[in-house]
């Protein structure tokens, strides 16, 4: 068996949103994901998974400003015509939600896409995977 072959065929195959959205291991569903708000464990504290290998990349930012900028951007602006409010509050009032909605969404995003990723043993090829 090749070396993916195998480090495919020794991971489960748990619900990766769900574990993802949870914050929780791929392989054991238990351990913690995250070891502070964005920083993933270097490997799970309950089953000893590896996370080193495995990131979520960019997709997690792309999703969490596109859903951002669909749902509260227009919202943002909404408030600003309805109300003929200054652009100043505005931007005071619509701020801190855009920032707290891309950090949460984040979150949650980086979660799941690296649950998908570790199950699927999708990384980034490095020079030793090509060297025999
Ligand atoms: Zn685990």
Redesign the pocket.
């Known amino acids: 068996m090749t070396e993916p072959a195998k480090r495919t065929a020794r991971r489960r195959r748990l619900p990766p949103v769900e574990t993802g959205l949870r914050g929780r ?1 791929p ?5 913690a994901l995250f070891a502070g708000f964005l920083k993933f464990h270097d490997e ?1 504290e ?4 590896d996370f080193r290998d495995e990131d979520a990349g960019d997709g997690p930012a792309f999703f969490a400003m596109f859903a951002v900028c669909i749902l509260i951007v227009p919202m943002a602006l909404g408030f600003g015509m309805a109300t003929n409010a200054p652009m100043w509050l505005t931007l005071l009032i619509w701020g801190p939600v855009l920032i707290a909605a891309c950090l949460y969404l984040l979150r949650l995003l980086r979660g799941v896409m690296f649950n998908i990723a570790w199950q699927r043993s999708a990384r980034e090829v490095r020079n030793k995977d090509v060297q025999q």
């Open positions: 291991c392989a054991c569903g238990e351990g799970c309950a089953c000893g998974a």
